[in-house]
């Protein structure tokens, strides 16, 4: 089986959300090790050396964004983006709920190295049952000193708080996430300055997924080496997938980086049910742009991903089988990128609105096939034009979609024009919605 556990080693022994079961199963030495062994700047390059790219979406360097951050005393801070909405995607919930403290001995790492003294976890407000399996664990860290004024006796000191959002995809974007945790409305901030230089409250911030930060204390207990050694040459490491959509066994499976998507797709999640066969997949959450079915067997990673003109991004992968209309997913993708946008920029306001409404007149069979180049290039002027990539998040995989799947949008167009007998544009307004039926 092409598993290769790391972050999930163990995950399902009872307890281990403990402190004394983490701690028997070798928690927080890397801690001990970063305190006593090593300085702040040592462990960052040691986190740099190992090519750890961020988890949550972007795939940037870790290292060199805590580098990033000025040395000096002036307040900094940790955020770790536990918000987790992109659809697909739900991999840091059952690793925080099974190995809370995993995360916290990352979190606690990292603010050393980059000299944060407060750190926070932003967890999507729905998932309360794992913030209080998280506040429980940051108690116990605390009680043991693990957390708080002088870790461990050294000079070091960090304050962790559990902080719950409130259901809004835009506060997992990083600096909405600043606002929202500010206690402002969650609205992205014009960047630069980036939140390294000037976030929280003003200060150097250091922002990192979950999963990226859990990374962290095996990198510094085993050496950039050792994990340079899992995956690829620019995708070191393993990454946890969450596979959903038409699978026969959905659920989160942790991989070594570059084994090919069929692999996980068909070796782990079993694939689409019996005599289905894959149509289109997201590689990395909904906001990827979509692959086919001749593209299953490239390898699974950040480098590879974007050569084929998609990403990797939360690692969220998405399956559609033959019976997938591609024109209702991309109306349905649309609709909630649509239902998100926070309508501080209007290329994302007004892009999005605009993109359903042309997707509804496809789907009730009302559009002609000038609407699809109109689709086309309204997607092409959100990309890059946006206060954050949420917009382009709704552009990239509906513009992908239009064009690897154009055939099928003409078609629905076809089907409506022959079924009202005329041109569309004569068709009175009470035609019914022409049905999509099954597109094998
Ligand atoms: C609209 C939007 C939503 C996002 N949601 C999340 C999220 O839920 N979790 C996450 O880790 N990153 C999310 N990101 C990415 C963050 O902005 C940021 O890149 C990430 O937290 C950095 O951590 P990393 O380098 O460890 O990946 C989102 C970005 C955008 C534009």
């Known amino acids: ?28 030495r890397a801690l001990e090790r970063a305190i006593r062994e090593l300085e702040p700047d040592q462990i960052i390059a040691e986190i740099e050396e190992s090519g750890l790219r961020g988890r949550g979406g972007a795939g940037f360097s870790m290292g060199k964004k805590g580098s990033f951050l000025p040395r000096g005393d002036m307040p900094k801070y940790l955020c770790c983006n536990a918000d987790e909405s992109e659809p697909g995607t739900f991999k840091d919930r059952e690793l925080m709920f099974k190995n809370p403290h995993g995360l916290i001995e990352g979190i606690v790492i990292a603010a050393i190295a980059v000299g944060a003294q407060h750190a926070f976890i932003f967890i999507r407000g729905e ?16 009680d043991a000193g693990l957390v708080g004024e002088r870790i461990l006796g050294s000079n070091h000191s960090v304050q962790l708080v559990v902080h719950r959002g409130a259901g809004a995809y835009i506060c997992g974007e990083e600096t909405a996430l600043l606002d929202s945790l500010e206690g402002k409305r969650g609205n992205p901030r014009l960047k630069p300055p980036f939140p390294a230089v000037q976030g929280l409250y003003g200060g150097p911030t250091l922002i990192n997924n979950v999963e990226t930060l859990m990374n962290v204390p095996h990198i510094i207990r085993h ?43 068909f070796g782990l999640a079993g694939g689409p049910p019996p005599g289905r066969r894959v149509k289109v997949w997201f590689p990395g959450g909904s906001s990827a742009p979509v692959l086919t079915e001749e593209e299953l067997d490239l390898p699974y990673s950040f480098e590879s991903m974007a050569e084929a003109g998609s990403m990797l991004g939360s690692g969220a992968i998405i399956v559609g089988d033959d019976t997938v209309s591609v024109p209702e997913l991309a109306l349905r993708t649309a609709r909630f990128y649509h239902h998100e946008s ?8 007004e892009g999005t609105n605009w993109t359903v409404k042309m997707l509804e007149r496809v789907v009730r069979g009302e559009a002609t096939p000038m609407d699809l180049d109109i689709i086309a290039s309204v997607q092409e002027n ?59």
């Open 1 to 28: 089986m092409p598993e290769r556990r790391l972050l999930f080693k163990n995950l399902d022994e009872p307890g281990l959300r403990t402190l004394d079961v983490y701690k028997r199963r070798g928690g927080y």
């Open 127 to 142: 998932y309360w049952d794992v913030a209080d399996v998280l506040d429980a664990a940051v108690r116990e860290a605390y």
């Open 223 to 265: 050496g950039a080496e050792w994990y340079k050694r899992l995956g690829t040459e620019q995708s070191t490491g393993t990454k946890v997938v969450s596979v959903s959509g038409h699978v026969q066994r959905p659920g989160n499976y942790e991989i070594e980086l570059g084994i090919p998507a069929r692999e996980i797709i």
């Open 342 to 349: 926070c309508g501080k920029c209007s290329p994302c306001r």
């Open 382 to 440: 959100i990309i890059g034009n946006c206060l954050c990539v949420l917009g382009d998040a709704m552009a990239m995989p509906v513009g992908s979609m239009v064009r690897k799947f154009r055939h099928e949008f003409e078609e629905v167009i076809e089907r409506a024009r022959a079924a009202h007998g005329g041109p569309l544009d004569a068709a009175p307004d009470d035609v019914p919605p022409v049905p999509l039926g099954v597109h094998a």
